[in-house]
């Protein structure tokens, strides 16, 4: 198939209405904060034969961050990872109607997320779970996953409405 009758990348596609710079920047923070803290623990390290207690727990976060922005990004751009090959031999329409039904499904399944989310950051909350590495309250990270997914869940209903509203 050529560019203009690919169903699922169209060759031109209105672009999502909030800006998606907004994941890239904090994506970009993200990956700054973890090369920092990286880069300070190995000096630390060299100089002192110590290290940051803080440091891996603080990463791992940021790289639970990094991923999860990087993903409502990538929905946004519609560059997400999917198998097509399939869909690609269908006619346009039927392809039209099959990625409007799987992005319905992405959108399900981070709203469930979302609502187990809240439910395991109430649970931290109520039960004042401390993380393992240096002891601070579990809900600081805890309440990242809900809101984060609600983002991705928001961005692929903006994707549906650009698909719904796009003529094939």
Known sequence: MNEHTDPIKPAA???PRIPVKIEE??????MALICLITFANVLVRYFTDESFAF???FS???MVVLTFVGTAAAF???THIRMTFLVE???PRTAHYIEIVVMAAAAVLFGIIVWYGIRLLADDWQYETTSPGI??????YTLWLPVLCAMI???IVGRIMRLVRRKV
């Open 60 to 62: 791992v976060f940021l």
């Open 89 to 91: 031999k269908l006619p």
């Open 55 to 57: 440091t891996e727990e």
């Open 13 to 15: 596609e209105e672009p």
């Open 153 to 155: 869940a928001l961005r």
């Open 25 to 30: 920047f904090f994506a970009a923070m993200a």
């Open 76 to 78: 946004a751009k519609n």
């Open 135 to 140: 002891g601070i309250p579990q809900w600081i």
